[in-house]
């Protein structure tokens, strides 16, 4: 399901949401420069919760960035961190040199 936010009839941001058997996953949201800290993407979750409600989810899921705004308004809507993934950059393989 795609869900697009307007605001005084402007397209203010969007999200996605696809449904598994009871469980929701709450993705790919995003809200335009203009638009932000202004409620949008709080409000794009809260539609999408209510979305999968309507059609049988009992649990939700999205995954975020630690301390970052979209975690901080999942946990508004009662979301709670159940862990923690660090990514870790590795520079690719050089070429095997000639000898």
Same mark, same amino acid.
């Given at each position: 399901?795609l869900?697009?936010a307007?605001?005084?009839?402007?397209? !203010?941001?969007? /999200? +996605? &949401?696809?449904?598994?058997?009871?469980?929701?996953?709450?993705? %790919? #949201?995003?809200? =335009?420069?203009?638009?932000?800290?202004?409620?949008?993407?709080?409000?794009?979750?809260?539609?999408?919760?209510?979305?999968?409600?309507?059609?049988? !989810?009992?649990? /939700? +899921? &999205?995954?975020?960035?630690?301390?970052?705004?979209?975690?901080? %308004? #999942?946990?508004? =809507?009662?979301?709670?961190?159940?862990?923690?993934?660090?990514?870790?950059?590795?520079?690719?393989?050089?070429?095997?040199?000639?000898?």
């Amino acid at each position: 399901v795609l869900v697009v936010a307007t605001v005084d009839g402007d397209d !203010a941001g969007t /999200a +996605a &949401l696809g449904i598994s058997g009871e469980t929701a996953l709450l993705c %790919s #949201a995003a809200v =335009l420069p203009a638009f932000r800290r202004r409620g949008v993407h709080q409000a794009l979750l809260a539609a999408r919760l209510a979305i999968a409600h309507e059609r049988g !989810a009992t649990a /939700a +899921a &999205l995954k975020t960035v630690a301390d970052s705004p979209v975690e901080r %308004s #999942a946990t508004k =809507l009662g979301f709670a961190r159940t862990g923690l993934h660090r990514r870790v950059r590795r520079d690719a393989p050089q070429p095997a040199r000639e000898q």
